[in-house]
């Protein structure tokens, strides 16, 4: 990392934030916080999201300062570094998911699509955390991607779908 420039070193950071949101997002999901249960859990999810989105945005915004053609390269599915696929299939399943939040009324079917994308995320940010050799360690990278898929796998598979509850009719 020592011939790399600041605004590197601030997107390399920015992407760690965004693994340490992503292993927050399915714990405030899913009320596993202590004092975060419930609305205030789903708030604080909310919040965490769109601290989640801006990270990335800002971690692909230091890489496009750095390496505007490395960046379309990626986007286009051309770069021939393998993480690169991985990281923007993850960007763009997390902009959908940010897409989705938008929705004011929240069926089973968005529940699942959220879960979906939310899987299609964590899987891709693991793999393309896994494969880059950068600025985290390569312990304590494989430690928080372990954990990001526990959490994300334990809210996946345990956290039942409620139906939304119907307000009773006026007459």
Do not use: N
């Not at 051309?78 to 938008?102: D, K, Y």
């Not at 600025?135 to 990278?141: C, F, I, L, P, V």
């Not at 494989?142 to 779908?161: D, E, F, M, P, Y």
Request: aromatic letters at 6%; hydrophobic letters at 55%; proline letters at 5%.
């Amino acid at each position: 990392m020592a011939w790399r420039r600041p605004v590197y070193i601030v997107a390399g950071f920015a992407g760690i934030m965004a693994m340490g949101f992503l292993l927050l997002q399915p714990l405030l999901a899913t009320s596993r916080l202590p004092g975060l249960h419930g609305a205030r859990g789903r708030r604080m999810h909310r919040r965490a999201g769109a601290v989640l989105v801006l990270s990335v945005l800002l971690h692909v915004a230091g890489l496009w300062i750095t390496s505007p053609p490395d960046v379309i390269d990626a986007l286009l599915f051309r770069s021939p570094t393998p993480f690169s696929a991985w990281g923007v299939i993850a960007m763009w399943a997390l902009l959908a998911m940010q897409g989705m939040a938008r929705v004011k009324v929240k069926t089973r079917r968005w529940h699942l699509g959220h879960r979906f994308l939310a899987v299609v995320v964590v899987a891709g940010s693991v793999v393309h955390a896994l494969l880059i050799e950068g600025t985290m360690g390569a312990m304590s990278k494989a430690l928080l991607c372990g954990l990001v898929v526990v959490a994300c796998g334990l809210a996946v598979t345990r956290h039942r779908i409620r139906a939304p509850r119907l307000q009773p009719r006026r007459q």
